[in-house]
């Protein structure tokens, strides 16, 4: 019987899909059917609906946090379905610090590995012991480690080896009993007693000055990713847009700021239906409503044309995009 996608969500189109199962626990994972299509999700903080889907969608929803006191460090294992802002928060209410710079990061902890995900110069890698699997064609439990993850830049074995392949269950997270305070981002060298919890407050109000809370105002957070370009590139685009902030990559690369690359392309504001590009920061797209698929499309192409006309650029989409019947890559035609 078809479902509202709409609060499964939280760009909050009006889709539906054929089918919806909620694991509460793993034993549900050996006799769940995995008969394409299915889409697992967490939370849908960074996943779009874009029209009715034919599936199953899979939302995993198991709960559980264990911590276990090592000689250096904490070991923090977390069921997939637990709230990942929640875990930060409780974690920092228990003198476990560590991951204070990705707080408010929207969605669950078991999406978290997927796309690393990552905030104020911290990645979710960096902390990461080990990561516990379902595999869907085996009915097995696996677990890999750190480096078997091949955690990069919002990516993860998870979106490649292993998409539509398995399904986290458990996070492994180690923290320092040593606090590490990462204190690179602008905001965050400006704090006069620099603890967890300071970090923590100036986070959230860095985010929350500029990123809308998806659950008021319906986004997936930042709709690109920034650009990795070679020092070549940039050099010659910095010629003639001096101002391009810029972050070194690795030796021959380095990261762009989309959202400055939407911005000066004029479409801070820019509408199609009830879709927008937030006036705060170009990098996040917000829905109004009464908005559809096509008008997403249609807004992904739009800003992607602009961006490649004018900086060479073509962006990636970093949300994932669902079709009728699985995942979708949207690019623009470079050529006006
Ligand atoms: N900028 C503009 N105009 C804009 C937006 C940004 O000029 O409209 C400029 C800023 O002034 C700044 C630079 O671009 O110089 C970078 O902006 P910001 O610090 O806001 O971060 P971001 O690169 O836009 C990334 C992550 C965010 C993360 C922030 C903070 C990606 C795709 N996004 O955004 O992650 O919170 O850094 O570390 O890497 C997410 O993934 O959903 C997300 C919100």
Redesign the pocket.
Known sequence: MAHSLQTLHTFALTSQCQQFVKINNLEQLKTQSFKPPFCLLGEGS?TVFLNDYTGTVIKMATQGVQIKERANDYLISVAAGENWHQLVSELLAKNIPGLENLAL?PGTVGAAPV?N?????VELAKFVESVEYFDIANKTFNTLNNAQCEFG??DSIFKHALKNKAVITTVHLALPKEWQPVLS?GPLQQLAAVTPQAVFEQVIAT?NS??PNPYTLPN???F???PIITNQCLAALLTTFADL?HYKHGAKHHKV????L???AGL?GYRIAGIEVHK?????LVNYGQSQGSDLIAMIKHIQHSVFSRYNIMLEH?VRLINNSSECHITAEPTP
């Open positions: 960074n990061i796309q995900i990552g905030a104020y110069g830049y919002r981002y985010r500029k990123l997936a957070g930042s690109f990713k920034n902030p700021a989309a959202g400055w939407i911005e000066q801070k705060q920061q170009a990098l996040v970093e």
